[in-house]
């Protein structure tokens, strides 16, 4: 009988011969095959394509700031019905309003509190003639203008305009000055030059007791 002393040296030259290595006490278990070597290393996480704002399209509509009623469609696409009683439309090259003017009762807060006065005036009618009042504001290089043919009356009288200074076409901007009475040998395009003229012609503003909606 063997020693069980030999008989485990025995069993160990067996397994080295058949090449095995002798394990030591402070060896580990051997790592799976999914475990890293060395120092751990994080990778960032993959952005899902929902993340990713999409590029800016042609398509959509630009940002337009809250207008007064009833101005919302100024600055937007011009729309192909139009009752020239109720609302008149001046489109840019780009289909776009550049400007627009509805009767005076169907404008709110006109000109917005946003916007600076440059030119008042009120008239003192003569017997048989209706008080009319005309108002223009800046705000930036946007024009608004309130123009009140008869103050007195049940419904009142007038027309409210809007426009952006910058989009006007030359045609545009006659129309305005016509409907302001404003003289064609004067010719406003910025805002700086509206603030000249309300300086150098007020006699000539308002003075139309009944002007075309421009």
């Known amino acids: ?116 006065e440059i030119f008042t005036m009120h008239t003192e009618p003569a017997p048989g003639e209706h008080q009319r009042n005309v108002k223009i504001a800046l705000e930036g290089e946007r024009i608004w203008v309130r123009y009140v043919t008869c103050t007195q009356c049940r419904r009142v009288l007038g027309w409210a305009f809007v426009g952006d200074l910058q989009r006007l076409t030359k045609a545009h901007r006659r129309r305005l000055q016509r409907a302001l009475s404003i003289p064609v040998f004067d010719e406003p395009v910025t805002a700086a030059d509206w603030r000249g003229t309300v300086t150098r012609l007020p006699q000539f503003i308002g003075a139309e007791p009944n002007p075309p909606m421009p």
């Open 1 to 116: 009988m063997i020693p069980q002393r030999v008989a485990t040296s025995l069993t160990l030259l067996a397994f080295v011969a058949c090449g095995g290595t002798t394990p030591r006490g402070d060896d580990a278990p051997t790592p799976s095959a999914t475990a890293s070597v060395g120092p751990t290393v994080l990778v960032p996480p993959v952005a899902s394509a929902t993340t990713v704002a999409p590029p800016p399209s042609a398509s959509v509509t630009p940002h337009r700031p809250i207008l007064p009623t009833p101005f919302e469609a100024f600055g937007g696409p011009c729309p192909a019905d139009v009752d020239p009683g109720q609302t008149s439309f001046m489109c840019d090259a780009e289909g776009r309003v550049a400007g627009m003017a509805v009767p005076v009762d169907h404008a709110h807060d006109v000109p917005p509190a946003s916007a600076e």
